[in-house]
């Protein structure tokens, strides 16, 4: 039977493929916004989190409102300010993309399979998942010439991360200080991006990285 | 011995204490020269005092609480240590004059203060008893010396020349260190002491990579490439500090080495042997080729590293075959000669400096007719040709017969060594044609005949320390020739504290040190009797002065005189596999023809080798491998993921 | 007690943004100073942390702390005259980043759970971003963007990589709290197939941050475009902490048997960090990119001589230490070279000699140092770590060592003498003045005692930092 | 005392010898050539002149004569004459010998150059150059005489229980030697096909270009130097051919001179039927003596 798990872990999945796929930002955006808010929910479905503590809760309820809400809106604006429509031209093309985001479903599902992993019970689907988030990100990060989608490459990658980490790590979450700081980073990074984009985009009236090849030997 | 430390003290004061004193130029150096020798003379002291008294213990600490720093004196350390006490002050005294007091106050320092480091630094080389004071000895050495040949700063070629001296310094010191570190690995311990206890393929290997780590700071071919840059580059006296001394310490460590690994295979010998053969015939037929007064002494240094080589090559080929004689008249040899080049060596290389200082020409062809000018200068430099030609009655001559009688001990040797022996003969005969070839050369073009372009009034006698420092060596030189018996048993000394007791037996000379001695003086007496036939002879003679016959040429000019090139030339192309001789000359065309302008130079093997087969290459590939960075973001990521990649699929 | 090493600049650093200049600059001096106080104070009388399961001081944390607040109280008052020079319009992010970057490292230093470790030195990359994006020129911008986008991405995978040692915990038998201390003592039942995943993943995610190659990309750039100080720190602390983080783990490894695995692994990034370095290091028309370089090579003489073990471990320790001091020297005196000729081309700044006499003083030296001579501690490091790979059986990779050193000295000797005495290209803008001269020298001064004299506490703090995986100090 | 006297004898007889040479050059020639005595007379009215010196020349110039006679003259002080003992002998004074004749090159050299004339310079790069051949295969010629009776004395070549002779054990090799030894004498003592006394053009000249500007007193010192040197190699060939058992010092002596005469006959001969070789070849030629000599040196090993 299908469990909320899988469906979350699905949408995930099909977000992946939808930001390699599409060219317009706003649509990338609202893409990360979708799987943040399927990533921060995830851990929750997981049986090993059955059971809450207060800050538990209080935790998931922020992370919500980092990945899901103050991330997106911080893109965003960014988006806006910048006033770019798409991604001209990618280093690799979208249909190449879509495929290439396939073969990495693939690749992932075969790591999951080769990879003994003690704690993972059914959760090989969001090992799946992970997997294909982590290289997602990497794969958008190399294949995409805007600033901007490197970051949205760069998120997506954390998000995997985290994935992983939460698919992985059977330690009980007493204490959350350490994932707030985890969260605190990202956010933070996400930020001193933002600030960077809107100056190379105040520089050069444009995010393409293709401005950024002065420093080289 | 804290005579020798203290020593040691003096000499290092004697580059700090000037640095205060630097706005008045001439007080600091007389601070310097002073202090200099007096921690000469200590030095000097305690080896007299401790002469033949086995090894002795010097110093020895704990540094940076890991390392054993340890320094000890042994008769070999003792034997290297003679030239750098005597000759670290006379050629402090040439300084003195030589340099000139225009230059910047820091510079004059640091020249000051490297000089005394070198002499320090080479004293710690030749006391360095374990792995760590060596490797910290040897490294203030070669950073003293680089220091000293980037004196003429404001020069692109002396620049060029420090940074090749401190490339080469720096490959032998870490092919050393390699060496080392393979003994260390193999017995644990960093005292010398035990590492003869190494298994034999360890000590080869090391043997070998020592051989390059110490062959490249004495010169031998083909590791010699620094040399002729490095020493033309440097001020002359430090030409004659490193040339005369410093290199020597290559020979040094090549001895130590071979001593304190104590392995009989007969292949070290040879080794050395051979390359001896080959630096020295090589080394004096490049000198002969060079038309710059300073390189062609640096190829010279070669040759003669090379005649040092034999000696000590015969002497290892000798232990190897258990011939004592061969051993001690070889490393004596060796050893001996080692002191004469240090001595003769200097002597040139400051003859060199004041002809340099007064005409500001270094090339041989646009020099001569300086017997007039500098006499003391022209008489000093031709003694010291003589020398270094191995001519009797001079103190060159002595150390090469050694050799000699090693060698013809050899001859009787069956099977490679009695080859060899008799190859190193011939070699030695070589040598010592072409060298008196190379120097009539030398002292022929530029301090007799014509000056080959007029002289400006300017050129006049070197200063009074300049003279004086020479005068000394020359002294030095002739007691040697003609009293050669004590410093033959110095030398023969030097063995007495290795590994082999037999050999160092005075004894085994025989009464042949005073038979030369003997000989040397009967020819001077027959030369004495002639001159006073001559003298008598030439009593109310007219002499009539005329200007020289020019063959029937009626208006020879001082430009027609034979130029060095040409005198070299058959020679240098008799030996045209070794040599690359380039010859630019113009066509001669129409009746009247148009002055040519001809140019010809003779190039080094090993340096056009290295060029081509190693410099050009690591260059190429070097530029070939800078697109890795050139920008590209996404490029960069996918460097990361690819490791990735690669680093788990070794999981 | 502990934690107030990082929290005091933390909050002053937050404070500083908001302060007027002067007394900003008053600040950041003070803090500097207190902060090294602090520092010596819990490096002698080893004070309990406050929050155990997250921070501790281990040895090796120590030692680079010291170093860190070591140089940075001497950047700290050159950065201020620095900034001086050149009209900065955003001194006070400048003053405040500084502090806020040197409290991220002292958190990294501290540090004994795995992720907060990844936090404070994701939390550098943060801090000194700012700092490289000062003077705000084209390629400053790109520099940042680089360093920033790639270190960034670089650290999220040695998260990963703590996610993987994590896991490698997931055995029936152990419950240990989740802190290094922790792991150490449970080393060897843990699962192995993990740990090397994850220490691929840290090597991998930190190498990038301390610039092993290929992960190096972002150096030189970053390097390059800061202001002199920042570059300084960068090179001179930064990167010690992004190697702590891979000690960390590698000691972890050792003890769980898997040393040679980690071991290889290191030497092989080392000397190809080295190769790569040196190769660009021939014929590199910009010192500070010169600089750059260097320090990719000196982390890679670093990871060598971890790798090798043996006496490369004290090695090692030693050259982390001069190469702090020396570098951060350096890219000070390029920052008098970058004011007074105001170019970054080696081939314009001829005749610094005649022209910069004390710039060039600290900058000859420090070469002379960087290339291995005595009387500078980087000559016994490469000594020891060069035998210290013979002694445990790698002549390959001395062999390859020796030859990648040569190729950097090279290079390095090269632009050195060319920009020490070559000819005189441009005049001098700004003179040179004490409180920008003193604090190079200094360092020379500090890498030069440290060799021939070295304390008795300093010698302890290796030797316990390498005691661990059985590094020894006599042969 | 009776080597005193030999010694005396040959510096006696030793300008007598070249007469010979003149007197079979001019036989062949047809004419009826200068007295025997020509080289005395020659040596007696040089001494009576006076000189004439270069004005750019120095104090070397002046020396070189010296040397180049007291060098040749010291080392007869070593030589065996007649297989009789010498004056002085020391077990590796060839060595020293030989080098007191570079010395004498040495000064000659010099003083060529002193006279800064183009002419001596280039007689002195032909004579440092052929001379360091020589030398080479002279001192081949030395090892192969130690591989033969192991000494390194003139002395002990020719004086003791088996001197080294044509007629004794390995005679075959020593005529190699001889022959070797007799190039050489032509070689080092500029006689044809090497060097051409007797020539005009200064272009072809070796020796005699050197001592263009020498005269007087300083002129005999180096003609008598001369004569020496060619005795001393003279002398080497003589001994080489005398037969070991000669009975009596006055056979000796007899069949010694005698020897001599034959070898001077020989260089006169030569000097009449052939003509100077070109001076690119003259390497090979000293080549080819040194390959002669190293042969023998190899049938040594053979046998050993």
């Known amino acids: 039977m299908v469990t909320s798990i899988d469906v979350v872990l699905v949408i995930t999945l099909l977000s992946v493929l939808l930001s390699l796929a599409s060219s317009r930002m706003m649509a990338l955006v609202k893409i990360m916004a979708l799987q943040g808010a399927m990533v921060s929910v ?59 985001g396939l073969g990495l479903i693939l690749l992932s599902a075969y790591i999951t399979r080769h990879l003994a992993i003690p704690s993972t019970g059914k959760a090989t689907l969001l090992l799946v998942t992970a997997i294909t988030t982590l290289g997602g990100g990497l794969f958008l990060m190399m294949s995409r010439t805007k600033a901007i989608t490197q970051v949205i490459g760069y998120l997506m990658l954390e998000n995997g991360i985290y994935l992983v980490g939460t698919a992985l790590t059977s330690q009980s979450h007493s204490i959350y200080l350490v994932e707030f700081g985890v969260l605190l980073d990202l956010l933070v990074g996400v930020m001193i991006m933002g600030i960077i984009l809107h100056n190379i985009n105040r520089t050069f009236d444009d995010v393409d990285t293709a401005y950024l090849e002065e420093l080289k030997d | 011995m804290e005579l020798l430390l203290t020593a040691l003290g003096l000499i290092l004061a004697g580059g700090l204490a000037p640095l205060p004193l630097l706005r008045r130029p001439a007080c600091a150096r007389i601070v310097h020269l002073v202090l200099l020798t007096a921690g000469c003379l200590a030095g000097l002291a305690a080896l007299i005092r401790t002469w033949g008294q086995g090894i002795a ?171 002729p840059h490095a020493h033309p580059a440097a001020p002359s006296h430090v030409s004659a500090l490193m040339s005369g001394v410093m290199i020597k310490m290559g020979v040094y460590g090549l001895l130590r080495f071979y001593f304190l690994i104590d392995d009989p295979a007969p292949i070290l010998g040879r080794t050395v042997l051979g390359l001896g053969m080959v630096s020295g015939v090589l080394g004096v037929v490049y000198a002969l080729g060079k038309n710059d007064i300073k390189r062609l002494l640096a190829y010279s240094s070669i040759e003669n590293i090379g005649i040092v080589l034999i000696g000590c090559g015969l002497g290892m080929v000798g232990i190897a075959s ?76 002595v150390s090469e017969f050694l050799i000699y009688f090693a060698a013809f001990q050899g001859v009787r040797l069956n099977g490679p060594d009695g080859l060899l022996a008799m190859a190193a003969i011939i070699a030695l005969a070589l040598i010592g044609g072409l060298a008196s070839a190379c120097f009539t050369r030398v002292a022929g073009l530029v301090f007799l005949g014509e000056p080959r372009r007029p002289l400006p009034a300017t050129v006049t ?160 590939i070097a530029d070939k491998l800078r697109w890795i960075q050139h920008g590209h973001i996404q490029l960069y990521i996918g460097y990361i993921v690819l490791t990735i990649a690669v680093l788990l699929l070794t999981v | 007690m502990l934690e107030a090493i990082f929290s005091l600049p933390l909050c002053t650093g937050l404070l500083t943004l908001f302060l007027p200049v002067r007394l900003g600059r008053a600040m950041l001096v003070a803090v500097a100073l207190i902060h090294l106080l602090l520092t010596v104070f819990c490096w002698l009388l080893v004070p309990a942390p406050y929050l155990p399961h997250y921070f501790g001081n281990s040895p090796a944390g120590i030692l680079v702390l010291l170093v860190t607040s070591f140089i940075f109280c001497w ?79 670089g650290i999220a995978l040695a998260l990963l990589g703590f996610f993987f040692v994590t896991l490698s915990m997931d055995r029936p038998g152990i419950d240990v709290p989740l802190t290094f201390s922790a792991l150490n003592d449970a080393a060897h039942q843990l699962d192995p197939l993990w740990l090397r995943t994850g220490f691929i993943f840290v090597l991998i995610g930190f190498g990038t941050k301390m610039g092993l190659a290929p992960m190096h990309t972002w150096l030189p750039d970053a390097h390059s475009e800061a202001p002199s100080p920042a570059s300084a720190l960068l090179s001179g602390a930064l990167l010690n ?101 105001g170019t970054k081309l080696a081939a314009q700044c001829g005749g610094m000699a005649r022209l910069l006499p004390r710039t060039f003083i600290g900058f000859f030296a420090g070469f002379i140092g960087i290339s291995g001579l005595p009387p500078f501690g980087i000559f016994v490091s490469e000594l020891m770590i060069l035998i210290g790979a013979l002694q445990t059986g790698h002549p390959v990779a001395a062999g390859l060592f020796v030859a990648a050193l040569l190729l950097v000295v090279a290079g390095f000797a090269r632009i050195a003498t060319a920009m020490a005495f070559g000819p005189v290209r441009n005049e001098v803008l700004v003179q040179e003045q004490p409180a920008r001269t003193i604090p190079p020298l200094a360092l020379l001064l500090a890498s030069v005692l440290l060799c021939v004299w070295m304390p008795e506490p300093l010698y302890r703090t290796i030797v316990n930092t390498i005691a661990m995986i059985g590094g020894t100090v006599h042969g | 005392m009776e080597s005193v006297l030999s010694l005396g004898l040959a510096l006696l007889l030793a300008p007598l010898f070249p007469g010979l040479i003149l007197k079979v050059k001019a036989l062949f020639a047809g004419k009826k050539g200068p007295p025997l005595l020509i080289k005395y007379w020659t040596l007696i009215k040089l001494l009576r002149k006076g000189s004439v010196y270069s004005t750019s020349t120095t104090f070397v110039f002046r020396l070189a004569p010296l040397v180049g006679c007291a060098a040749a003259i010291a080392v007869l002080l070593f030589f065996p004459f007649a297989g009789m003992a010498p004056v002085v002998s020391f077990h590796g004074d060839v060595i020293v010998l030989f080098y007191l004749l570079g010395l004498g090159r040495f000064f000659t050299i010099a003083a060529a150059l002193d006279t800064g004339s183009p002419f001596e310079g280039m007689g002195a790069a032909r004579e440092a150059f052929f001379g ?104 080497l060939i003589a001994d080489l051919l005398k037969p070991a058992g000669l009975a009596g010092p006055l056979a000796n002596i007899l069949f010694f001179y005698g020897m001599m005469a034959v070898v001077y006959l020989a260089i006169g001969v030569i000097e009449s039927v052939t003509a100077r070789l070109r001076m690119d070849m003259v390497p090979k030629y000293i080549l080819t003596s040194f390959a002669l000599v190293f042969f023998a040196i190899i049938l040594t090993l053979e046998i050993a």
């Open chain 2, 57 to 227: 213990p010097v110093f020895s600490c704990t540094w940076l609480h890991t390392l054993p720093l340890s320094l000890a004196l042994d008769s070999l350390s003792a034997v290297f240590l003679v030239p750098v006490f005597l000759l670290a002050p006379v050629i402090a005294l040439y300084g003195y004059h030589y340099l000139d007091r225009k230059a910047p106050v820091w510079q004059a320092g640091a020249h000051l203060f490297c000089f005394s480091l070198l002499t320090a630094a080479m004293v710690l080389v030749t006391l360095a008893d374990n792995l760590p004071a060596f490797a910290m000895a040897w490294e203030l050495m070669s950073l003293s010396s680089y220091l000293l040949v980037l004196y003429d700063h404001e020069h692109e070629e002396s620049r060029k020349a420090a940074t090749l001296y401190l490339l080469f310094t720096q490959t032998g010191a870490l092919l050393l260190f390699i060496a080392f570190g393979l003994l260390f690995q193999a017995t644990g311990t960093f005292a010398f002491a035990q590492w003869s206890q190494a298994p034999h393929a360890i000590k080869l290997a090391a043997f070998f990579l020592a051989l390059a780590g110490f062959g490249s700071k004495a010169g031998i071919l083909p590791l010699h490439i620094w040399l």
């Open chain 3, 75 to 153: 950047i700290a008052p050159y950065g201020i005259f620095y900034m001086r020079e050149q009209e900065m319009h955003s001194e006070p992010i400048f003053l405040g980043c500084m502090q806020l970057f040197l409290g991220t490292m002292s958190m990294a230093a501290l540090a004994d759970h795995p992720v907060v470790l990844w936090i404070a030195i994701e939390a550098t990359t943060l801090t000194s971003a700012p700092l490289i994006f000062i003077n705000r020129s084209k390629k400053a911008l790109e520099a940042t963007w680089k360093y920033v986008l790639i270190c960034s991405v």
């Open chain 2, 461 to 620: 006698e070197a200063g009074l320390s300049m003279r004086a420092a020479m005068i000394v060596l020359v002294l030095a030189c002739l007691s040697i020739g003609l009293w050669p018996e004590p410093f033959i048993r110095l030398a023969l000394n030097g063995l007495s504290d290795l590994a082999l007791p037999a050999a160092s037996q005075p004894a085994l000379l025989g009464s042949l040190p005073g038979n030369l001695a003997l000989a040397t003086r009967i020819f001077l007496a027959v030369l004495l009797l002639l001159a006073l036939c001559r003298h008598f002879i030439y009593r109310a003679k007219p002499i009539a002065q005329a200007t020289t016959w020019g063959c029937g040429f009626t208006r020879p000019t001082a430009r027609i005189q034979y130029t060095g090139t040409s005198y070299a030339r058959e020679m240098v192309e008799f030996h045209r596999p070794f040599v690359k001789i380039h010859t630019t000359c113009g066509p001669i065309s129409q009746i009247f023809p148009r002055p040519v302008r001809y140019a010809s130079k003779v190039d080094d093997w090993a340096e056009i080798g290295l060029r081509r087969l190693l410099v050009a290459p690591i260059l190429l």
């Open chain 2, 322 to 397: 258990g011939n004592q004689t061969m051993t001690a008249f070889g490393f004596a040899g060796g050893l001996l000669h080692m002191f004469n080049h240090a001595l003769f060596k200097s002597l040139l290389f400051m003859g060199a400096g004041a002809v340099i200082q007064q005409t500001g020409c270094r090339h041989l062809d646009q020099l001569g007719g300086l017997m007039r000018r500098m006499p003391v200068t022209a008489r000093t430099f031709l003694t010291g040709s003589v020398a270094i030609a191995g001519l009797p009655p001079l103190n060159g001559f």
């Open chain 3, 241 to 341: 902490c992004a190697f702590l983080g891979i000690y960390k783990v590698h000691c972890l490894l050792v003890l769980a048997g898997l040393g040679d695995f980690s071991g290889n692994l290191l030497i092989g990034f080392g000397l190809l960090s080295i190769v790569v370095a040196g190769v660009f290091i021939l014929n590199q028309p910009d010192y500070k990119r010169m600089l750059a370089y260097s320090s990719i090579e000196n982390m890679g003489v670093i990871a060598v001589g971890i790798g090798v073990g043996g006496l490369g471990l004290y090695g090692a320790m030693l050259h982390l230490i001069h190469h702090s001091l020396l570098k951060s020297s350096l890219f000070l005196s390029a920052g008098n070279l970058v004011l007074g000729f």
């Open chain 4, 132 to 235: 360091t051949l020589a030398e080479a295969a002279v001192f081949a010629v030395l090892i192969l005489f130690f591989r033969l009776n192991g000494s390194l004395s003139l002395g002990g070549y020719f004086t003791g229980s088996q001197p080294i002779s044509i007629t004794g054990s390995q005679g075959a090799l020593l005529i190699l030697a001889v022959v070797a030894l007799f190039m050489l004498l032509l070689a080092e003592n500029s006689r044809v096909p090497v060097d051409d006394p007797a020539t005009h053009l200064e272009l072809t000249m070796i020796h005699e270009v050197m001592i263009l500007d020498h005269s007087g007193p300083d002129l005999a010192l180096i003609e008598l130097g001369a004569f020496y040197k060619l005795f001393l190699y003279a002398a």
């Open chain 1, 42 to 100: 995830a851990p929750l479905l997981l049986d090993k989190h059955s059971s809450l503590s207060h800050e538990g809760i209080f935790f998931f309820q922020l992370m919500f409102l980092v990945k899901a809400v103050l991330i997106p809106v911080l893109l965003f604006t960014a988006v806006t300010r910048v006033a770019i429509k798409r991604e001209v031209e990618p280093l690799v093309g979208y249909h190449a993309s879509l495929v290439a």
